[in-house]
């Protein structure tokens, strides 16, 4: 289905007024945030990899060149690019450059494929596909070229040690008069990106985040996490998923004058290397990755520089949470957070967080609790997570139906989670509503793997459900009913046809269970049973 309906679904007024009187939201652009930070922190390390590292100076020097290739490009102010580079310094360099340049980066996953990127494009009717100039970039350049779409594509190259000396070793950067960026005159209440949601429908939903709401989440959540320019963060998981991002993230790190050291790989031989090199002190995990950590740190012991270690994404088991202060000698903080906005933290002086997921980052984020009837529910009981606040979307972009959805009346955001509220006022999340699958901190839509699996050939219906899983959390279990019971189609069939339309493999089903599919007295599909049906029987691999 096309999307169709507003780019941007702006604050009411006086909520608006409200956060500019409170001094959340500050009027300031990222073109200018991030000259403030070359300014203040222009010699100090801003990026850091195995190979080299880049100061503040260079970060603007870099970014403010790809500016002007962009806009070389013919890319004005408003326009859309898709944003798809891995864990590498050009991820920052290519995503400030658009930001000055005035353009709104999408900001697609390392993982994502033609499927997913083909959809952004139209969506946002992007004028420009940033890939690496790697097998991934260039299968999405020749799919990209195919397609009737304007989109150009421009491929990063990423070897660092053979990329020519970069400029401010050469002759110094000249940050005496800030200059006119396109970026500059944009309107910071208007968005600056998109960031994907993890969604539960056919098509993925897009996020616009405006710079006044994510510069106020950044501010905020790097002083709920105490961020120094001592901070020496490690970007391990994907730079441009929110987590990585802003909570405190990147982000965080680089406004305090900190350095962020990209990882290329999130395993323990990769990081923990970078960790005793550079005095690592923080980190983002999810819990899927913990595990792998806490089990790498029983043999190779973790440098002592760790101080906090921040799990996220996906449900942590509170005997997984008990292990991280003696295995990797840190600080536990447990990260609830959505690209939609909302984002708790549990504190870093209060007790070990084994079961909370924290509290949300401002006074003014108002968190209701409600039943199925909206009704609210008492503190201690389970019930779905509506929210609204200083830096929580009002509405997707170009996707009126769905936000008619997605957002009650009153402009609290369904957020598709059950929480509980405790008794120190802080939440639990307790399960989930939204039909999504969330393995190991990666998000599966189930509706639009079932649409995938509809158009495969010998599929009658399909159901994609989630399955208990020790590693991962969960993984998805597809519930083909097939269109002759006698000669099903075979699961390398199914998942080759996957592939073939260029879904993330992430997305693939890990099994497919053969059977009628059972309905519920409306006709629909029983999903309900099905969860339960599969979730008494032991996994078995197909
Ligand atoms: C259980 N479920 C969680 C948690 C997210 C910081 C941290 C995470 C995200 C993120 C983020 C969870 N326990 N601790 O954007 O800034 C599930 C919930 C939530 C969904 C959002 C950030 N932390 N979740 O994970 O947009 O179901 O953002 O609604 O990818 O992940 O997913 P996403």
Same mark, same amino acid.
């Given at each position: 289905?096309?999307s169709?309906g507003?780019?941007?679904t702006?604050?009411?007024?006086?909520?608006?007024?409200?956060?500019?009187?409170?001094?959340?939201?500050?009027?300031?652009?990222?073109?200018?945030?991030?000259?403030?930070?070359?300014?203040?922190?222009?010699?100090?390390?801003?990026?850091?990899?195995?190979?080299?590292?880049?100061?503040?100076?260079?970060?603007?020097?870099?970014?403010? &060149?790809?500016?002007?290739?962009?806009?070389?490009?013919?890319?004005?102010?408003?326009?859309?690019?898709?944003?798809?580079?891995?864990?590498?310094?050009?991820?920052?360099?290519?995503?400030?450059?658009?930001?000055?340049?005035?353009?709104?980066?999408?900001?697609?996953?390392?993982?994502?494929?033609?499927?997913?990127?083909? !959809?952004?494009?139209?969506?946002?009717?992007?004028?420009?596909?940033?890939?690496?100039?790697?097998?991934?970039?260039?299968?999405?350049?020749?799919?990209?070229?195919?397609?009737?779409?304007?989109?150009?594509?421009?491929?990063?190259?990423?070897?660092?040690?053979?990329?020519?000396?970069?400029?401010?070793?050469? #002759?110094?950067?000249?940050?005496?008069?800030?200059?006119?960026?396109?970026?500059?005159?944009?309107?910071?209440?208007?968005?600056?990106?998109?960031?994907?949601s993890?969604?539960?429908?056919?098509?993925?939903k897009l996020i616009p985040?405006?710079?006044? *709401?994510?510069?106020?989440?950044?501010?905020?959540?790097?002083?709920?996490?105490?961020?120094?320019?001592?901070?020496?963060? @490690?970007?391990? @998981?994907?730079?441009?998923?929110?987590?990585?991002?802003?909570?405190?993230?990147?982000?965080?790190?680089?406004?305090?004058?900190?350095?962020?050291?990209?990882?290329?790989?999130?395993?323990?031989?990769?990081?923990?290397?970078?960790?005793?090199?550079?005095? =690592?002190?923080?980190?983002?995990?999810?819990?899927?990755?913990?595990?792998?950590?806490?089990?790498?740190?029983?043999?190779?012991?973790?440098?002592?520089?760790?101080?906090?270690?921040?799990?996220?994404?996906?449900?942590?088991?509170?005997?997984?949470?008990?292990?991280?202060?003696? #295995?990797?000698?840190?600080?536990? #903080? #447990?990260?609830?957070?959505?690209?939609e906005?909302?984002?708790?933290?549990?504190?870093?002086?209060?007790?070990?967080?084994?079961?909370?997921?924290?509290?949300?980052?401002?006074?003014?984020?108002?968190?209701?609790?409600? *039943?199925?009837?909206?009704?609210?529910?008492?503190?201690?009981?389970?019930?779905?997570?509506?929210?609204?606040?200083?830096?929580?979307i009002?509405g997707y972009f170009r996707a009126?139906?769905h936000n008619?959805?997605a957002?009650?009346?009153?402009?609290?955001?369904?957020?598709?989670?059950?929480?509980?509220?405790?008794?120190?006022?802080?939440?639990?999340?307790?399960?989930?509503?939204?039909?999504? =699958?969330?393995?190991?901190?990666?998000?599966?839509?189930?509706?639009? =793997?079932?649409?995938?699996? @509809?158009?495969?050939?010998?599929?009658?219906?399909?159901?994609?459900?989630?399955?208990?899983?020790?590693?991962?959390?969960?993984?998805?279990?597809?519930?083909?009913?097939? !269109?002759?019971?006698? !000669?099903?189609?075979?699961?390398? &069939? @199914?998942?080759?046809?996957?592939?073939?339309?260029?879904?993330?493999?992430?997305?693939?089903?890990?099994?497919?269970?053969?059977?009628?599919?059972?309905?519920?007295?409306?006709?629909?599909?029983?999903?309900?049973?099905?969860? &339960?049906?599969?979730?008494?029987?032991?996994?078995? &691999?197909?």
């Amino acid at each position: 289905s096309v999307s169709s309906g507003s780019d941007f679904t702006p604050w009411p007024a006086e909520r608006a007024a409200l956060y500019r009187e409170l001094g959340y939201w500050q009027g300031q652009t990222f073109t200018d945030w991030l000259w403030e930070r070359a300014q203040r922190y222009g010699a100090s390390p801003a990026l850091v990899t195995a190979e080299r590292q880049w100061n503040y100076r260079d970060l603007w020097q870099q970014s403010g &060149e790809r500016a002007q290739q962009f806009t070389g490009l013919g890319l004005r102010p408003g326009d859309a690019a898709v944003l798809h580079l891995p864990n590498h310094p050009e991820f920052f360099f290519n995503f400030f450059g658009l930001l000055l340049a005035g353009v709104r980066p999408v900001l697609a996953l390392p993982a994502h494929r033609h499927h997913e990127i083909t !959809a952004f494009v139209r969506q946002t009717e992007a004028q420009l596909y940033i890939g690496p100039d790697q097998p991934v970039g260039r299968e999405l350049q020749a799919q990209l070229g195919n397609l009737p779409l304007p989109v150009r594509t421009l491929l990063q190259p990423l070897d660092l040690d053979r990329s020519a000396p970069h400029r401010s070793e050469l #002759q110094r950067t000249d940050l005496a008069a800030m200059p006119t960026w396109p970026g500059r005159q944009q309107d910071p209440d208007q968005p600056a990106f998109y960031q994907l949601s993890g969604g539960s429908t056919g098509t993925p939903k897009l996020i616009p985040r405006t710079h006044d *709401d994510y510069l106020y989440s950044v501010r905020a959540s790097a002083e709920i996490c105490a961020l120094s320019p001592q901070t020496v963060y @490690l970007a391990a @998981l994907p730079l441009a998923h929110n987590f990585l991002l802003s909570s405190p993230g990147s982000l965080g790190t680089l406004h305090v004058g900190g350095q962020v050291v990209i990882a290329p790989q999130p395993d323990p031989g990769t990081c923990f290397g970078l960790m005793e090199r550079y005095g =690592i002190n923080m980190v983002a995990l999810v819990p899927a990755l913990l595990l792998v950590w806490l089990e790498a740190a029983a043999r190779r012991p973790v440098p002592a520089s760790l101080a906090v270690v921040q799990v996220g994404g996906a449900p942590l088991a509170p005997e997984v949470a008990a292990q991280v202060p003696q #295995q990797l000698g840190a600080t536990l #903080q #447990q990260v609830f957070g959505m690209a939609e906005g909302l984002v708790n933290y549990t504190r870093l002086d209060g007790p070990l967080p084994l079961d909370t997921q924290g509290f949300a980052i401002s006074p003014h984020d108002e968190i209701l609790i409600v *039943d199925d009837d909206d009704q609210p529910v008492p503190d201690g009981t389970p019930g779905h997570l509506l929210t609204r606040g200083p830096y929580t979307i009002c509405g997707y972009f170009r996707a009126d139906e769905h936000n008619s959805r997605a957002f009650t009346r009153d402009g609290f955001y369904r957020t598709g989670d059950l929480v509980t509220r405790l008794a120190d006022g802080s939440l639990r999340v307790t399960g989930r509503s939204k039909d999504q =699958i969330n393995r190991g901190g990666e998000k599966i839509a189930a509706e639009e =793997i079932e649409h995938a699996l @509809l158009g495969a050939p010998g599929v009658h219906n399909a159901a994609l459900i989630g399955r208990p899983d020790p590693r991962l959390g969960e993984r998805s279990l597809a519930c083909i009913q097939s !269109a002759d019971p006698a !000669a099903p189609p075979s699961p390398a &069939e @199914l998942r080759r046809y996957l592939l073939d339309l260029g879904l993330a493999t992430y997305k693939l089903p890990d099994q497919f269970e053969f059977l009628t599919l059972p309905r519920t007295a409306a006709g629909k599909v029983n999903k309900r049973a099905l969860r &339960e049906h599969f979730h008494a029987r032991p996994t078995q &691999e197909t």
